[in-house]
């Protein structure tokens, strides 16, 4: 069994979904073909596949970002973040989350 889509991952911070199942599928297939070229359909190295991707890098940091920013139980803190640093997570998020998918 190969899981893809919302059932290998969705990314934490916004939910958004079809991009990364898009993704999923893509890496997959790969991986369906290579079974089929070695006849071993234990799929072993699958979420190997996926964790080094470019998709697996995004779905990583951005649960990483989710779990520092959300874990902080301080108004002011998500208020920082989210308000008066808003260029700056824009940015980062622009360079190390978002385009995920140009990388690969």
């Known amino acids: ?3 893809v889509g ?5 990314d934490p911070i916004f939910g ?4 990364f199942a ?3 599928g893509r890496i997959a297939a790969r991986a369906i073909r290579a079974a089929f070229a070695r006849q071993d359909f234990s799929f072993r190295d699958y979420r190997r596949r996926v964790l080094l991707s470019p998709l ?3 779905l990583t940091l951005r649960w990483l970002i989710a779990w520092i920013l ?3 139980q301080w108004r002011w803190i998500q208020i920082l973040f989210w308000w008066v640093l808003k260029p700056l997570v824009a940015l980062i998020g622009l360079l190390l989350v978002v385009n995920w998918a140009r990388r690969g």
């Open 16 to 19: 958004e979904g079809i991009s």
């Open 1 to 3: 069994m190969i899981l």
């Open 56 to 58: 697996g890098q995004a």
């Open 22 to 24: 898009l993704g999923c």
């Open 70 to 72: 959300y874990s902080f």
């Open 6 to 10: 919302d059932a290998a991952g969705a």
